[in-house]
């Protein structure tokens, strides 16, 4: 029984971290102003490929940001991966 209640609380206490760490890591990567590269999908169909000149936007399924290549800002709808930089 006490076996029991010591790998629970393990257990507990791994997830609690698991969830506190990409939470930090969404929050510094969501809310910072780095920029990062876009890739963009409609219908498995690629629509957008470019870079950010800095904070991006991610509100309701769409995303919005200056575009580096033209210093444009742009909003986008549709599946899109982010990847911020280091």
Same mark, same amino acid.
């Given at each position: 029984?006490? !076996?029991?209640?010591? $790998?629970?609380?393990?257990?507990? *206490? %791994? #997830? $609690?971290? *698991?969830?506190?760490d990409?939470? +930090?890591? +969404? +929050?510094? *990567?969501? @809310?910072?102003? &780095?920029?990062?590269?876009?890739?963009?999908?409609?219908?498995? =169909?690629? !629509? @957008?490929? #470019? +870079?950010? =000149?800095?904070?991006?936007?991610? &509100?309701?399924?769409?995303?919005? @940001? %200056?575009? *580096?290549?033209?210093? &444009?800002? !742009?909003?986008?709808?549709?599946?899109?991966? $982010?990847?911020?930089?280091?």
């Amino acid at each position: 029984m006490k !076996t029991v209640m010591i $790998l629970a609380t393990v257990v507990v *206490a %791994v #997830g $609690l971290s *698991a969830c506190t760490d990409s939470s +930090r890591a +969404r +929050r510094e *990567a969501t @809310f910072s102003d &780095r920029p990062a590269d876009i890739t963009c999908w409609s219908y498995g =169909t690629q !629509t @957008f490929q #470019g +870079r950010s =000149t800095g904070k991006i936007s991610d &509100r309701e399924g769409s995303i919005s @940001f %200056v575009d *580096a290549s033209n210093g &444009r800002y !742009t909003v986008i709808d549709g599946e899109c991966r $982010l990847v911020y930089d280091k």
